[in-house]
């Protein structure tokens, strides 16, 4: 009987190590002092209405210290503004800037690119198959982490 564990792991650190080789270069061509984490962080920014540090640090599942600090990094590089939350003093709305916007709609454009490229020869029914997989491997995988 053969064991496919050890290949589905190789294939995710595979997969997610290319994902990041190509964000990182896409970046570097583009002059840009980012990471794949900040890319995350912009998207997640442009598709969340009143977005907030604390939304951010739960969908990546980081610490709040870490998502403070990249935060502040795309701060200090003119991507994003922090505006109050009317609702909870304690918190502020995160919204990309104009200059965040070009920098986020380029590299989503190229991430595309690159992930139309990755599921070449692959069908719309193979994918959907893979995806419902994937969603229940992380769901056991969230269950033994929280059992942990």
Do not use: W
Not at 41 to 64: G, S
Not at 102 to 110: G, K, P, R, S
């Amino acid at each position: 009987m053969q064991h496919y564990e050890s290949e589905l792991q190789t294939l995710f650190i595979n997969t997610i190590s290319g994902l990041k080789v190509s964000m990182k270069a896409i970046m570097k061509e583009q002059g840009l002092s980012l990471s794949p984490l900040h890319f995350m962080i912009l998207k997640n920014i442009y598709e969340t209405e009143n977005c907030t540090a604390n939304y951010l640090a739960d969908v990546a599942a980081k610490d709040k210290g870490q998502v403070t600090r990249l935060i502040q990094e795309v701060i200090n590089q003119g991507l994003i503004i922090k505006s109050p939350n009317p609702n909870d003093k304690r918190s502020q709305y995160l919204f990309l800037t104009d200059k965040g916007l070009t920098v986020y709609q380029h590299l989503a454009q190229a991430d595309q690119k690159v992930l139309k490229e990755m599921r070449k020869d692959v069908s719309d029914e193979e994918l959907k198959a893979f995806l419902n997989i994937g969603k229940k491997m992380l769901a056991n995988l969230n269950t033994v982490i929280s059992e942990a």
